[in-house]
């Protein structure tokens, strides 16, 4: 079974750093583009960045540009979502997703995790 | 960066109804829409790529067009288990944004 499985929730407090996974099995990791989404609580998704995982070529939203880090860990079929300071607006559900078409960039997203929730309290 | 503009925000619909919604983005972006189902509390599902293709499982009561630069996901029989909210995205580039929303009610 293709699946992504993220680690679990979060409760953090302002300023400190964090970094989540998503694990993928069932497919070939290397091959096939991931993304990172949030969700706020009650708002819409908002795409945040994607990476893949063969050569770590990474593209941000020029909205979270210089605010997370995408990086990925092919040994271990994981990518991660990172921040170095985390505020209180961070409070949120982060999903990642896996590209529907192996190599392609320009895919939609057909699998995706289960999502983490991270709070941030001030 | 290419704006996806999606409506209505919400709708109420009846059981069997057909109901349509629109996105319509800021620039050519060719076919590279898709449209998801987010159901409270789940991770969202990819119901349409390609503007038009559907994903394998979902059912053919779904369907998404294109005219130019305006898409549409259209549910030609609504059933109580699509209430739901659903999201356009454009993928052709990055950032591969996501529409606002819109929020399918019975």
């Known amino acids: 079974e293709v699946q992504l499985v993220q680690s679990g929730a979060e409760l953090k407090k302002s300023g400190e750093s964090l970094k989540i996974s998503c694990q993928g099995s069932?497919?070939?990791?290397?091959?096939?583009?991931i993304g990172w989404v949030r969700q706020e609580p009650g708002k819409g998704l908002e795409w945040m960045g994607i990476?893949?995982?063969?050569?770590?070529?990474?593209k941000y939203s020029p909205s979270f540009e210089g605010q997370v880090t995408i990086s990925v860990d092919k040994s271990i079929d994981t990518a991660y979502l990172q921040w170095s300071g985390l505020k209180a607006s961070d409070t949120a559900i982060y999903y990642c997703?896996?590209?529907?078409?192996?190599?392609?960039?320009?895919?939609?997203?057909?699998?995706w995790g289960q999502g983490t929730q991270v709070t941030v309290s001030s | 960066d290419i704006q996806m503009t999606q409506s209505p925000s919400s709708l109420s619909a009846s059981v069997g109804d057909r109901v349509t919604i629109t996105c319509r983005a800021s620039?050519?972006?060719?076919?590279?829409v898709a449209w998801y189902q987010q159901k409270p509390g789940k991770a969202p599902k990819l119901l349409i790529y390609g503007a038009s293709a559907l994903q394998s499982g979902v059912p053919s009561r779904f369907s998404g067009n294109r005219y130019g630069t305006e898409f549409t996901l259209t549910i030609s029989s609504l059933q109580p288990e699509d209430v739901a909210i659903y999201y356009c995205q454009k993928y052709n580039s990055a950032p591969q944004t996501f529409g606002q929303g819109t929020k399918v009610e019975i």
């Open positions: 620039q050519g972006i060719a076919n590279y």
């Open positions: 069932g497919y070939s990791f290397d091959t096939y583009w």
């Open positions: 990476i893949y995982p063969g050569d770590s070529d990474t």
């Open positions: 997703a896996r590209h529907l078409r192996e190599f392609n960039y320009g895919a939609a997203f057909d699998i």
